[in-house]
Nanobody
């Protein structure tokens, strides 16, 4: 599976961005999908996860109520809608795919990774 994240950019605080993660090589319809982020000098941080049929989602406390993860299995794509962005959301955002069935919260649980897209939020 190849994952291509896009949609990052520079936005002012309180603004919005929508990230996309397009998969190729095989269908991701049975995969758990996740978004992680990595700020400069920090470890990968779980942001959001979604199970295969979007029946289960979860978020880091820091983004709950502001970010929404969704998926379109027909398009082999996962999205992250980010609203009310804060400067502390600045990071490189990665999408990842997990072949297991349940939501996963650590980077080592994911089998495939995209290349990342940079989100910069100015104050």
């Amino acid at each position: 599976v190849q994952l291509q994240a896009s949609g990052g950019g520079l936005v002012q605080a309180e603004g919005s961005l929508r990230l996309s993660c397009a998969a190729s090589g095989r269908t991701i319809r049975t995969f758990v999908m996740g978004w992680f982020r990595q700020a400069l000098g920090k470890e990968h941080e779980f942001v959001a996860g979604i199970n295969w049929n979007a029946g289960s989602t979860d978020y880091a406390n820091s983004v709950k109520g502001r970010f929404t993860i969704s998926r379109d299995n027909a398009k082999n794509t996962v999205y992250l809608q980010m609203n009310s962005l804060k400067p502390e959301d600045t990071a490189v955002y990665f999408c990842a795919a997990n072949r297991a069935s349940g939501l996963a919260y650590t980077a080592r649980d994911y089998d495939y990774w995209g290349q990342g897209t940079l989100v910069t939020v100015s104050s």
